[in-house]
């Protein structure tokens, strides 16, 4: 079966500096499939290109088979990509139905917006805060609006940059578990994520990058079995 996004050779260069090199990735449509390493290893460029924000230097970007790879971030929005980054893009000054409301006014009929906005408030958890302003919600709640607004749209792909960063275990834990509906929804997901806990609950694949390139790629079990791995990345993990 194809796979919904592809890259292949991909390479990125800032001046004499070798970000990202010869990246060869396949993502299975309907899979959860978690990219981790340690710091500079080329995890947020990688994912950069693959919204379009940077340019390869070489390679080629595929999704759903087309060659995306001169497409602007939001003709791959259009094609059904949606990102949420580390840092939560709300309007704060703004309530959390209004920023939910922003997201989705243009998808749905007007007679219908109020009864998906509700749904998507209930999923997130957020129904009782739903009048607060963004602004006031708690960290791990933050997170969960800007995930509910990726999602609004119902992508085919969603990329998420690592969305525990700063919550607590319950949260974490939490957002698994949303992680996990949404793939049982049918919905794709790449995560960045050095949470290895959260990795674990939700992961059916991973790849590994180390200096910019593909490290390993395997079941989480067999990540965590490779030595070569704990030395790189996973034995700090758990000092």
């Not at 007679?111 to 805060?129: N, R, Y």
């Not at 180390?210 to 395997?218: I, P």
């Not at 030595?227 to 000092?239: C, F, M, N, P, T």
């Amino acid at each position: 079966m194809m796979p919904i996004l592809e890259t292949r050779a991909l390479d990125k260069r800032f001046g004499g500096l070798h970000v990202t090199a010869d990246v060869n990735l396949a993502l299975e449509a309907g899979e959860i499939h978690c990219l981790i390493g340690p710091n500079g290893a080329g995890k947020s460029t990688l994912f950069r290109l693959i919204l379009g924000e940077h340019s390869p230097s070489a390679g080629r970007i595929l999704f759903t088979g087309e060659d995306i790879t001169a497409l602007k971030p939001y003709a791959r929005i259009r094609r059904g990509m949606s990102v949420k980054f580390q840092v939560p893009g709300i309007f704060k000054a703004l309530s959390v139905r209004q920023n939910l409301e922003i997201a989705m006014q243009h998808a749905y009929p007007a007679a219908a917006l109020d009864g998906e906005i509700d749904g998507l408030l209930e999923f997130l958890m957020l129904t009782k805060e739903a009048r607060q302003l963004a602004g006031n919600l708690s960290h791990g709640q933050k997170q969960w609006l800007e995930i509910g607004m990726a999602i609004s749209l119902k992508p085919r792909l969603l990329l998420l940059d690592e969305p525990t960063a700063g919550m607590s275990p319950e949260e974490t834990h939490a957002t698994g578990e949303m992680v996990k509906s949404l793939n049982a929804g049918g919905m794709t997901i790449l995560a960045v994520e050095h949470d290895m806990t959260f990795v674990r609950q939700v992961a059916q694949r991973v790849t590994v990058l180390h200096l910019g390139r593909v490290f390993a790629q395997g079941t989480i079990d067999q990540i965590v079995a490779d030595e070569r791995i704990a030395a790189i990345y996973l034995g700090q993990a758990h000092a």
